[in-house]
């Protein structure tokens, strides 16, 4: 099936890209709303030249319809303050992107952001599971562990915010059982599985990791295939590959997994606009 919208709620822009054409091709295939996720300015030249907040601010006043601006943090080992999350706010951001944070995300230091996020309705996207290492090495030197981005540190962020809406990136990739668990027990909380370019060893974890059934399961019983349970609150995803990859290996995982239309409606858009807030009428 085709599905009705696209929304990509994890995408990245580099300065090595032509965006314009880009935005042509999303138009082109659906694509209704485009998550553009941010990195700090050290943390965008060591991972390859991705947008920063300023970087993005021209294109977010020249595509409002279509971009969705996921601003950046500085999470280092002084992190921003509660008035930075502001800042973005009344620039145009809609919500906020973490990475490569110096603590661990559920670290009290970070929780002025999180009470600001929610107060202000800016969903907060979180890069979980491992992380690639910087490309000039300086990663390491500076605090970055990828211990401090396992699912479970969502946990106790939902439980003191539960009105701050929240994604994890990757299915947490390896601690998929963690981000299955968090989508689970928390309202707020919702996942995308982008990652490894969208290459079949990729896929089948995906696969895998969201129903390890029986050969003789029947896939219509969310109690054998507990997939048809996780696709209520999973949303579409492409980190760094353009869409085409992404809907292929998406549709793919959907197709073994016996998802209904109803449930691929859901992870293509409406599960995004219930954390973003979008009405169809805003698609």
Known sequence: MEPKYIINVHGHLRHDQDVAARITLWRKLNVRKFCALCLAPDAARAHGGYYTNEDLLPWLRRYPDLLVGMGALELGRQPDRA?????LKEQGFTGLKFIASYY???????????????????????????LASAADGSDGRYGINAENYRPYMLDKIARAFPR????GAHLGKPHGDEALQMITAYPNVYYDFSGGSGKKPHELWVAKTLSPCFSDADMSDPAENPALGYFHKLCFATDNPEPPVWIEASNRIMDRLCIPDDL???????NACEVFGWKEDDL
């Open 83 to 87: 008035d930075a999350v502001d800042r």
């Open 104 to 130: 661990p995300y559920n670290h009290e230091l970070y929780f002025p952001l999180y009470e600001r996020a929610e107060a202000l309705g800016m969903p907060v996207f979180f890069h979980t599971g491992w």
């Open 164 to 167: 701050l809406k929240m994604i």
């Open 264 to 270: 691929r409606e859901r992870f293509y858009w409406r």
